[in-house]
């Protein structure tokens, strides 16, 4: 498994589309998944070791939260800065409605946010939405890093 974040661009680029998994709490559904990333995928690149991906940090009185992140780890940063940010509790009573709690305690915000590119909703979207959240990423390189507003994140537009 990659552990940095060119390793992983590195990897993507050398495989044929393979998917991105971090608890894959989607393994129940691979097929409909996995499917559409041009066939069954027989590799995937695991996100847990890449400590560029998981992190956590306040900037701005915002939360920025690496892809690495599972989504227990995000609602209880959320909680402990309830002082520090307006909308804590609401987003962390949304964010721990999300599946349930052995789910959550796997599946990374990032996954659960990406799968709505198949098609499939994501029940995190509309906490997103709620907070005004954006969405950056990179795509060719670890070093070029592009930004989306969670409203502008559909399908064909990432």
């Known amino acids: 498994a990659p552990t940095t974040l060119s390793e992983v661009i590195a990897l993507r680029t050398k495989l044929k589309r393979p998917p991105f998994v ?7 559904m691979r097929q409909a998944a996995y499917e559409t990333f041009g ?21 701005h009185h915002n939360l920025i939260f690496g892809a690495g992140m599972r989504i227990d780890d995000i609602c209880t940063a959320v909680r402990k800065r309830a002082d520090k940010l307006a909308y804590a509790e609401e987003l962390a009573a949304g964010i721990s409605t999300l599946a349930q709690r052995h789910v959550r305690a796997e599946a990374g ?3 659960n946010l990406m799968i709505t590119r198949t098609g499939f909703p994501s029940d995190l979207v509309p906490c997103l939405l709620a907070i005004d959240a ?3 990423f990179v795509t060719d390189n670890a070093h070029h890093e592009e930004e989306i507003k969670i409203e502008d994140f559909k399908q064909g537009h990432v």
């Not at 027989?42 to 940090?57: A, C, H, K, R």
């Open 22 to 28: 971090l608890g894959d709490t989607a393994k129940g």
């Open 39 to 59: 066939g069954k995928a027989s590799s995937l690149i695991y996100l847990g070791n890449v400590d560029e991906l998981n992190f956590i940090e306040e900037s």
């Open 109 to 111: 915000w990032a996954g």
């Open 134 to 136: 954006k969405v950056t």
